[in-house]
Nanobody, 122 residues
Framework: HVQLVESGGGSVQAGGSLRLSCVAS????????MAWFRRPPGKEREGVAL???????MYADSVKGRFSISKDNAKNTVYLEMNRLEPEDTAMYFC?????????????????WGQGTQVTVS
């Protein structure tokens, strides 16, 4: 089972930037579907961005143009660069992974999850 550890969360002012990192073990990002989800206070978990094994990406409309997902297969690490952050981006952010087949932002299909990292935008 893939193990995921997130880092990089914190508190920033509106308009600022953060970069989240997710290190995968017991699995290779070159062969996985990787994604970021978030859970705002009082709301359901929602998909943010994904990157499939060949590097193709997909974003939620709410973050398109502001967030960028990338990966370094040599480091087994996935990143989420968040720019022009807004208070509405405040949430617990989770890294998730699954096999490469059927790579979409449907959280029910992901079988590996990180512990989450808090992002607070004021």
């Amino acid at each position: 089972h893939v193990q995921l550890v997130e880092s990089g969360g914190g508190s920033v002012q509106a308009g600022g930037s953060l970069r989240l990192s997710c290190v995968a073990s017991r699995g290779s990002t070159s062969s996985l579907c990787m994604a970021w989800f978030r859970r705002p206070p009082g709301k359901e978990r929602e998909g943010v961005a994904l990157i499939e094994r060949f590097g193709h990406t997909m974003y939620a409309d709410s973050v398109k143009g502001r967030f960028s997902i990338s990966k370094d297969n040599a480091k087994n690490t996935v990143y989420l660069e968040m720019n022009r952050l807004e208070p509405e981006d405040t949430a617990m952010y989770f890294c998730a992974a699954k096999g490469w087949f059927g790579c979409t932002l449907a959280y029910s299909t992901f079988n590996s999850w990180g512990q989450g990292t808090q992002v607070t935008v004021s």
